[in-house]
């Protein structure tokens, strides 16, 4: 199953739409979750006994909305609505327990939209158990490559999975990027780095990176793509000729799972198209 959550914005009626598009391609059913988050009525200063009533009915109003859009748009997928109390990013990680993936809109904050998530997205990405993808602004014509960030960091195979079963899923080419840096001290007198050496071995790094899930999926295109550049910015560059970007989750401990790795959290705030965050091991 796929949740996609929805509040009435244009950002959440385009994870709906991404929501619909991969229940057909997964061949499961789509969920439409709306939270009606109460407790700004249940203080003094909203005392009003009514507003939970009204809120609870415009909520079904929007569910209904949203149901409509997917059968409209893709009429095959199996879709049903659930309108649960709680706070919104609460009732989405609760309801990520029971799906393959999660979808949500982001709608960015202020003057900066597409630079800064929305903290329910953002929450959302750092505590799902499945993958978490993150929609910005309505879908585009697709473009055929999907993006996947690789690097030699343990337990990254749940993202380069999930990569490439979205681009065999869609037809899609594959662009393994890996993004390195020179160390600091490299400018040290003194001292001498062979640059062509050190992309050749990183280049070594992407390939047996890559090997397993290449192999069981002989039919997908793949780029091994390595650049000199910090991994966001590879990215984020990467990302405007790309339909989705799959980065990988590397918390080792509760508190960096919830917060997200700076990579993860960097490509969410600035990619030019939705992105995938996937738990690893």
Known sequence: MIIAGFDGSAAAKAAVEWGADDALRLGVPLRIVYAVDRWPYQIAAFPAQEWPDTLIQAGEKLL?????????????????TRLVQGSPSAVLVEAAGQAAEVVVGSRGLGGFTGMLLGSVSM???????????????????????????????????????????????????LRALHAWEL??????????????????????????????????????????DVRQAHPVQALTEA?????????????????????????????????ACPVAVVRTA
Do not use: M, W
């Open 64 to 80: 209904a909305e949203a149901e409509a859009v997917v059968r409209a748009r893709r009429p095959e997928v199996t879709v049903d």
């Open 239 to 271: 990302s405007a000729q790309a339909d989705l970007v799959v980065v990988g989750s590397h918390g080792r401990n509760p508190v960096e799972r919830a917060l997200l790795g700076s990579v993860s959290r960097g490509v969410l705030h600035h990619a």
């Open 183 to 224: 160390p600091v001290h490299v400018y040290s007198p003194g001292l001498v780095y062979d640059v062509d050496e050190i992309r050749e071995r990183q280049l070594k790094v992407v390939a047996e990176t890559i090997a397993a899930c290449r192999a069981s999926h002989p039919e997908v295109e793949v780029v091994e």
């Open 123 to 173: 929450h959302v990405a750092g505590h799902s158990p499945c993958p978490v993808v993150v929609v910005r602004g309505a879908p585009e014509p697709a473009r055929g490559e999907i993006v996947v960030g690789v690097d030699d960091a343990p337990g990254g195979e749940p993202a380069l999975a999930y990569a490439f079963e979205q681009a065999k899923l869609r037809g899609s080419r």
